[in-house]
């Protein structure tokens, strides 16, 4: 039985190889949105139901809008795997400040460039990249463990918590923020459940494809969540560090080129 237990341990996928499948979306919908929206079609800050409205008598950029909209959907498949990787990362972290710090510096260190790729400016006021989302769950999730003993108090205070997240990545204007917190939220509440709690986080991504379409491939996502093995992996901080300011900035050069 030991035998046998430490080889499913070694099957499926670590918290490392979902992050990278993680980053190959964010990739997608850097590609579309930033390159091929913002920068070829000259379409930024349009939703899908606009860009076909504007692109319907063009037939080559129709193509080109089509891609896009695929390559944002699934985008849209990086949210519910960021999201359980970072309730991972909060049991699992040796220093809760130093793992906020470090969500925190991402999230400013993507900003700039996140305006550069996908409005071609160095500063929008009406949209955030979508890390600060990560840093109010974290912020969440400690309220959350805080008050984890069972009581009405405790569940009235995470859901004000929770309520409080929502309000503030919709004033903020965080992309996928609402998205991202209320699937954080689930996979904490149903950590103990790993079945359960995959199921809905499943729903809440499905609910998600009622407010937007390009959340419609979400769902998907919890194939490969399905195949976590509960081991780390082989990580690169740093790497884990710059990989989406760094996409980001390359896609807003290239943007202005294109």
């Not at 980053?23 to 076909?52: E, R, S």
């Not at 409005?119 to 006021?125: D, K």
């Not at 937007?212 to 884990?240: H, I, Q």
Request: overall charge positive.
């Amino acid at each position: 039985m030991e035998r046998l237990a430490q080889t499913n341990r070694t099957r499926g996928m670590s918290a490392s190889a979902l992050r990278l499948a993680g980053y190959f979306c964010l990739l997608a919908g850097v590609a579309g949105k930033g390159l091929i929206q913002h920068g070829m079609l000259g379409l930024t800050g349009l939703d899908m139901q606009q860009m076909m409205g504007v692109l319907e008598q063009s037939s080559e950029a129709m193509t080109l809008a089509t891609v896009s909209i695929v390559l944002q959907a699934l985008e849209t498949c990086a949210v519910p795997i960021f999201a359980f990787l970072l309730v991972e990362g909060f049991q699992k972290t040796a220093s809760y400040q130093h793992y906020l710090t470090r969500m925190i510096l991402v999230a400013l260190a993507s900003e700039i460039p996140y305006n550069l790729a996908f409005g071609g400016r160095l500063f929008v006021m009406d949209s955030r990249n979508p890390v600060f989302a990560m840093v109010l769950c974290l912020l969440m999730l400690y309220f959350f463990r805080y008050f984890s003993a069972r009581s009405v108090r405790n569940t009235a205070i995470k859901a004000v918590v929770t309520v409080s997240a929502l309000l503030w990545s919709g004033m903020l204007g965080i992309e996928h923020g609402a998205f991202l917190v209320l699937i954080t939220a689930v996979f904490w509440l149903m950590r103990s459940k790993p079945g359960f709690q995959l199921l809905a986080g499943c729903g809440v991504a499905g609910i998600a494809t009622l407010f937007s379409l390009f959340n419609l491939t979400a769902p998907f996502s919890f194939l490969l969540l399905y195949l976590y093995n509960g081991e780390k992996g082989d990580s690169n901080r740093v790497f884990n560090l710059i990989c989406y300011p760094l996409m980001l900035l390359i896609a807003g050069i290239a943007a202005i080129y294109l």
